[in-house]
């Protein structure tokens, strides 16, 4: 079964930066994209951003020009890069990799963004 082990979340304050990590425990060439979601208490799980096996991107419109999604293929590694965080990025992040049978999901890192 595959596994997403996630890292990097924590507390930071308001315009503060933080690097979330996802590696896989098989070659992230075995999905065809990944992604980064996150869930606030009380509201829906959204997509925050998607790297697709072409490098294409895809990033929720409210963190365009703050959050960059990038692979380390030699690291076997997936990367979320957060800048000019506000109180409003807190949640919980979850690391979701895509195959052709469905969706792979990590246990989720607490991002809190506070003063």
């Known amino acids: 079964q595959v596994q997403l082990v996630e890292s990097g979340g924590g507390l930071v304050q308001p315009g503060g930066s933080l690097t979330l990590s996802c590696t896989p425990s098989e070659t992230i060439f075995n999905f065809h994209s990944m992604a980064w979601y996150r869930q606030a208490p009380g509201k829906q799980r959204e997509l925050v951003a998607r790297?697709?096996?072409?490098?294409?991107?895809v990033y929720v419109d409210s963190v365009k020009g703050r959050f960059f999604i990038s692979r380390d293929n030699a690291k076997q590694t997936v990367y979320l890069q957060m800048n000019s965080l506000k109180p409003e990025d807190t949640a919980a992040y979850y690391c979701?990799?895509?195959?052709?049978?469905?969706?792979?999901w990590g246990q989720g890192t607490q991002v809190t963004v506070s003063s």
């Open positions: 979701n990799a895509r195959t052709f049978a469905g969706d792979i």
């Open positions: 790297i697709g096996s072409g490098n294409t991107l």
